[in-house]
């Protein structure tokens, strides 16, 4: 059986602490224990695919905050992503098997999504006016 991504994760914080500084192992080690481990521990490190970091970026994305039901922000997910795919590398380098994960997509932010159009100055004096001059008043 080949190893769980749980056990070498923690392996991979213990060489990281002596290799960064302590606030991007801080950085390191809560992106691991609050999602990494969580989402991908349980699972053999050959089995982590692209298409299944993939499928995760869009659970994230929908609903990926520990203290309620809204989704990560595109940064904050991207940076998981980096985090994942350094340590899958490191366990490449170190074990010498190849982790076949690829390019991943992100969501639009969500800033983009919920994006509101807003009238330009022209515009909302424009419709002030006909809003006047249509007002009737009894």
């Given at each position: 059986m080949e190893r769980l991504f749980s056990e070498w994760a923690m392996e991979w914080l213990e060489k990281?602490?002596?290799l960064v500084?302590?606030?991007t192992?801080?950085?390191y080690q809560i992106t691991m224990i609050n999602h990494l481990i969580p989402t991908f521990g349980e699972k053999e490190i050959s089995s982590i695919s692209t298409g299944l970091i993939q499928e995760q970026v869009f659970r994230?994305?929908?609903n990926g905050k520990l203290n309620d039901n809204s989704g990560l922000s595109q940064k904050s997910i991207k940076d998981m992503v980096v985090i994942?795919?350094?340590c899958?590398?490191?366990y490449e380098i170190y074990y010498g098997k190849?982790?076949?994960v690829r390019s991943i997509g992100y969501p639009k932010a969500r800033t983009e999504i919920n994006r509101r159009e807003v009238l330009s100055d022209k515009e909302y004096k424009t419709f002030v006016e006909i809003i006047k001059e249509n007002l009737e008043y009894e």
């Open positions: 990281k602490k002596q500084k302590e606030s192992y801080a950085t994230w994305a929908m994942l795919k350094a899958l590398s490191d190849e982790i076949k």
